[in-house]
């Protein structure tokens, strides 16, 4: 199967701040990769897919990038309503999600 | 109006089947994929399989042998059996729709079910 580890599990940061997650595949996955935001109680709410492509209605300061085995998910100028746990998707072979990162408050 | 939701017993006793029922408001495309998916409390989301519109199915390796997800005829629903419950099967089920058998486009509000005598 493929693994998908993300790091940091969890990133302390401020609005206004600039974030970068990094999601790594134990395989090639081409650009087969989505990412999701989760809140507490809630299902997780689709962010990007196809590594870079941003789902409609998503803010522009969400970003993806990458492509084989190393992604990336930033968001430019955190936002108060962006503090949750962010989990990627990889589905080049069936579907593995990572572990998270929890973004919580400095 | 809540696109999917799920419904069935939050209640399993081991070694008995797990069966969830998945109802959709959200219409119907060949795109959409139905899903299941579960997800442990503070662990990442583990899909299990999905059923396409014509009713093939592909399923995660690791349930393979035990889960069997179905399109429910005559209605807009679909389901979940996983046989053989343990309490590693403890999780909140969402049943979703995967685009195109790919990332998942739409989510229901998920369903906790516990696995215990």
């Known amino acids: 199967d493929i693994q998908m580890t993300q790091s940091p599990s969890t990133l302390s940061a401020s609005v206004g701040d600039r974030v970068t997650i990094t999601c790594r595949a134990s395989?090639?996955?081409?650009?087969?990769l989505a990412w999701y935001q989760q809140k507490p109680g809630k299902a997780p709410n689709l962010l990007i897919y196809?590594?870079?492509t941003l789902e409609s209605g998503v803010p522009s300061r969400f970003s993806g990038s990458g492509s084989g085995t190393e992604f990336t998910l930033t968001i430019n100028s955190l936002q108060p309503d962006d503090f949750a746990t962010y989990f990627c998707?990889?589905?080049?072979?069936?579907?593995?999600f990572g572990q998270g990162t929890k973004i919580d408050m400095k | 109006q809540v696109p999917l939701k799920e419904s069935g017993p939050g209640l399993v006793k081991p070694s008995e089947t797990l069966s969830l029922t998945c109802t959709v408001s959200?219409?119907?495309?060949?795109?959409?994929?139905w899903s299941w998916i579960r997800q442990v409390p503070g662990k990442g989301p583990e899909c299990l399989g999905f059923v396409s519109p014509s009713g093939g199915t592909s399923y995660n390796p690791s349930v393979k042998d035990r889960v069997t997800i179905s399109l429910v005829t005559g209605k807009n629903q679909f389901s979940l059996r996983l046989t053989s419950a343990t309490a590693a099967d403890t999780a909140v089920y969402y049943c979703?729709?995967?685009?195109?058998?790919?990332?998942?486009?739409?989510w229901g509000q998920g369903l906790l079910v516990t696995v215990s005598s």
């Open positions: 959200i219409g119907s495309s060949d795109s959409f994929y």
């Open positions: 979703a729709s995967l685009k195109n058998a790919d990332y998942v486009g739409w």
């Open positions: 998707q990889q589905y080049h072979d069936y579907w593995t």
């Open positions: 196809k590594a870079s």
């Open positions: 395989q090639g996955i081409s650009i087969w």
